[in-house]
T-cell receptor, first 115, second 113 residues
Framework: DAMVIQNPRYQVTQFGKPVTLSCSQT?????MYWYQQKSSQAPKLLFH???????NEADTPDNFQSRRPNTSFCFLDIRSPGLGDAAMYLC??????????????FGPGTRLTVT | GQSLEQPSEVTAVEGAIVQINCTYQ??????LSWYQQHDGGAPTFLSY????GLEETGRFSSFLSRSDSYGYLLLQELQMKDSASYFC??????????????FGTGTKLQVIP
């Protein structure tokens, strides 16, 4: 089945120690998104890629970076995690940014703990 | 800026009907989506309204009024498995830029026997 896969499902890192979360998709979608979701809150968009075109949200901290080496893979790098970065990180895809492609497909998420 | 408002919690009885409202403020509006998220799970897409009116998909229906900047999700014949958080999400291009999706604060639905 075509899907969005995130690894690992649970990640523990130390304060200030760089961490990378990964996402892969078999849907061959052009757009990939990274969201941060804290407990009982809405998913908050960090950035997205339209193909190789990177789009950062204005309020995304510089501590968060992303790479998309090819259509299938996208990585979220947190350069110096703080305690406030503990959250669920959701990867999502959509076929296109155009009007007809309104559905986003989410991966299961990676729950990040910062100690 | 953009804002979306939903009730934080709703409780309903199994077999009943429940309506979850969403009001939004944005420019460059394209449409309103609804997502379901179970505890510990990922959001899953339920519906999308670009035009005024009611869209029905099985037990779930979604309504949009663009003039009122308002929509709702209607869940019929509630089942225990419908207990989850429900997010409305606005698809918009504020300021004429690229389209993006902004999620509402979410409504936690509890279905009781």
């Amino acid at each position: 089945d075509a899907m969005v896969i995130q690894n690992p499902r649970y990640q523990v890192t130390q304060f200030g120690k760089p961490v990378t979360l990964s996402c892969s998709q078999t849907l061959n979608h052009n757009v990939m998104y990274w969201y941060q979701q804290k407990s009982s809150q809405a998913p908050k968009l960090l950035f997205h890629y339209y193909d190789k075109d990177f789009n950062n949200e204005a309020d995304t901290p510089d501590n968060f970076q992303s790479r998309r080496p090819n259509t299938s893979f996208c990585f979220l790098d947190i350069r110096s995690p703080g305690l406030g970065d503990a959250a669920m990180y959701l990867c999502a895809t959509s076929r296109d940014r155009l009007l007809l492609s309104y559905e986003q497909y989410f991966g299961p998420g990676t729950r990040l703990t910062v100690t | 800026g953009q804002s979306l408002e939903q009730p934080s919690e709703v409780t309903a009885v199994e077999g009943a009907i429940v309506q979850i409202n969403c009001t939004y403020q944005t420019s460059g509006f394209y449409g309103l989506s609804w997502y379901q998220q179970h505890d510990g799970g990922a959001p899953t897409f339920l519906s999308y309204n670009a035009l005024d009116g009611l869209e029905e998909t099985g037990r779930f229906s979604s309504f949009l009024s663009r003039s009122d900047s308002y929509g709702y999700l209607l869940l019929q014949e509630l089942q225990m498995k419908d207990s989850a958080s429900y997010f409305c999400a606005v698809r918009a291009a504020p300021g004429g830029g690229y389209q993006k999706v902004t999620f509402g604060t979410g409504t936690k639905l509890q279905v009781i026997p």
